[in-house]
Every structure is written in structure tokens, then in C-alpha cells.
């Protein structure tokens, strides 16, 4: 099934790049708009046989990795507290409405003025703009779980951790996924937003330096990049979905 999928979604991005490279030729004549994809292509190889490529790209990985990671654990565990106590849901919903209502631009600035320009400033912008979204639903989660998987853990004398591991996580764990893939493009987005904002390095420097020297076929390989890193994003968590409840599969399809 999953080589499958794989394989169908590597033809759809064939077939779109085949048809964006036709129109490109076809219809436009000034490559500043939209660049054909052999031209990206050649800009590609031009910037990864400088090595210019591969410092910007392993930046933003390694910016995106840590602060996600961090979002997934922290979130995970706050999300399980909102859902299992009331008090602490209360404690916790003015901070978390604040959070997410703050634009990550306005707070960006602040966080570089704090944390200056090196990795530890990325990790705290992705950290803020994605934990909330696992917080929410994970909470969300937990407090939705079917009232009759609790009555049958009393009957069968589950302790508290057995009850967490073995129902109230793996319940929650559509909710869970939710938040994780709607964090990924929030992730990106505030690691793109920090790079921009003030880096010496990372794909939104490259994006930066792009748009100021007005070189669209290296603009295109960013975004092609941050369109990649997405892709394996959502099929890494897929995969985890897959492994830690394959009896969703099933049920799904």
C-alpha cells in the first residue's frame, strides 16, 4: 500500500512539472515570471556544485528539526495535562489564546534581539508558532475519548500509566497526527519568517538574497526545497501514524 502511494504521488509530480515546463515554453517569453523547470534545474546544480546549497539547506533543517521536535514533546505533554484536568485547562487557556493570536512577525524581532542571530533564535520561532497547535489538539483529543474505553479499563484494573499508554494516547492519536501536520507548515513558515527577518544562512537568506538580485530560478529552488521538506515532513508522520496504530489504515481505507 505505502509503495503505492509513493509511487503515485511521484507520478502526479512528474506529470505537473512536465506540464509546468510545456506551458512555461509555450506561453511565456520573460523567465523573471515564472522559470521552466530545467531552468530551476540548472540553478539547482549551479548552487549545490558551489556548495552554497548545502550549508543554506542543512541551516533550515537543522532550525526546523529542533524546533519541531521540541513542539511535538511539549505539546504532546501540555495538550495531555489541558485534556486531563480541568483546573489546568483553565490555568492554561488565557497563555495558549495569547500565543496563537500574537502574529509570529511582530514577535520574531524580539525573539533575535533576545536570542541573537544564530540557531537558538529559529528553534524558539518554530517551537512558538507550532507547539500551540499540537497543545489544542491533543487536548482535544484527550477529552473526546469514548467514556466507555475508561469504564472498561476500570473493569479490567488498568493503573493510571497503563490507562494513558494503552487507551487515552492511542485515542488521541488522530488528533495528535492533526496537530503535527497542521504544525509542519507552521514550522516552516516561522523558520522562513526568521531567516528572512535577520540570518546569515538557511534557504530564507537564499530566498532573501533571490528576490533582491531578482534571480527567479533560484527563488524557485527554495521554494522547491521547502515544497520537499514538507513532503517528507507529512510522510515521516504518516509512517509513525502507520507504526504506532496500523489498525487506522484498515479502518480507513
Given amino acids: 500500500?505505502?509503495?503505492?502511494?509513493?509511487?503515485?504521488?511521484?507520478?502526479?509530480?512528474?506529470?505537473?512539472l512536465l506540464l509546468w515546463e510545456i506551458l512555461a515554453r509555450l506561453l511565456l517569453e520573460n523567465e523573471l515570471l515564472i522559470p521552466p523547470p530545467s531552468s530551476v534545474v540548472r540553478?539547482?546544480?549551479?548552487?549545490?556544485s558551489t556548495g552554497q546549497l548545502n550549508r543554506h539547506f542543512a541551516a533550515t533543517v537543522l532550525e526546523f528539526t529542533y524546533g519541531f521536535a521540541a513542539a511535538c514533546v511539549v505539546g504532546i505533554a501540555l495538550g495531555y495535562l489541558m485534556g486531563m484536568y480541568k483546573w489546568f485547562d483553565e490555568w492554561?487557556?488565557?497563555?495558549?489564546?495569547?500565543?496563537?493570536?500574537?502574529?509570529?512577525?511582530?514577535?520574531?524581532?524580539?525573539?533575535?534581539i533576545w536570542?541573537?542571530?544564530?540557531?537558538?533564535?529559529?528553534?524558539?520561532?518554530?517551537?512558538?508558532?507550532?507547539?500551540?497547535?499540537?497543545i489544542l489538539n491533543t487536548a482535544a483529543g484527550i477529552k473526546t475519548i469514548d467514556p466507555v474505553w475508561l469504564e472498561v479499563s476500570k473493569s479490567?484494573?488498568?493503573?493510571?500509566?497503563?490507562?494513558?499508554?494503552?487507551?487515552?494516547?492511542?485515542?488521541?492519536?488522530?488528533?495528535?497526527?492533526?496537530g503535527m501536520r497542521l504544525g509542519v507548515g507552521r514550522a516552516l513558515l516561522g523558520v522562513i519568517i526568521a531567516?528572512?527577518?535577520?540570518?546569515?544562512?538557511?534557504?530564507?537568506?537564499?530566498?532573501?538574497?533571490?528576490?533582491?538580485?531578482?534571480?527567479?530560478?533560484?527563488?524557485?529552488?527554495?521554494?522547491?526545497?521547502?515544497?520537499?521538506?514538507?513532503?517528507?515532513?507529512?510522510?515521516?508522520?504518516?509512517?509513525?501514524?502507520?507504526?504506532?496504530?496500523?489498525?487506522?489504515?484498515?479502518a480507513e481505507w
Fill in 1 to 16: 500500500m505505502l509503495r503505492k502511494d509513493l509511487r503515485r504521488g511521484f507520478l502526479s509530480i512528474v506529470a505537473g
Fill in 43 to 48: 540553478s539547482f546544480w549551479k548552487l549545490a
Fill in 92 to 112: 492554561m487557556d488565557p497563555w495558549i489564546a495569547t500565543l496563537y493570536s500574537i502574529p509570529i512577525i511582530t514577535v520574531v524581532p524580539l525573539i533575535i
Fill in 115 to 134: 536570542f541573537g542571530l544564530g540557531m537558538l533564535s529559529k528553534v524558539i520561532v518554530v517551537f512558538k508558532i507550532t507547539a500551540v497547535e499540537i
Fill in 156 to 178: 479490567l484494573r488498568l493503573s493510571r500509566w497503563e490507562t494513558t499508554y494503552k487507551i487515552r494516547l492511542p485515542a488521541a492519536l488522530p488528533y495528535i497526527v492533526t
Fill in 195 to 250: 531567516e528572512l527577518l535577520a540570518s546569515n544562512a538557511g534557504l530564507g537568506y537564499l530566498l532573501r538574497d533571490a528576490s533582491e538580485t531578482w534571480d527567479s530560478p533560484k527563488l524557485f529552488v527554495t521554494v522547491v526545497l521547502l515544497a520537499a521538506m514538507g513532503i517528507v515532513s507529512f510522510t515521516l508522520i504518516k509512517k509513525g501514524e502507520q507504526k504506532l496504530a496500523p489498525w487506522r489504515e484498515t
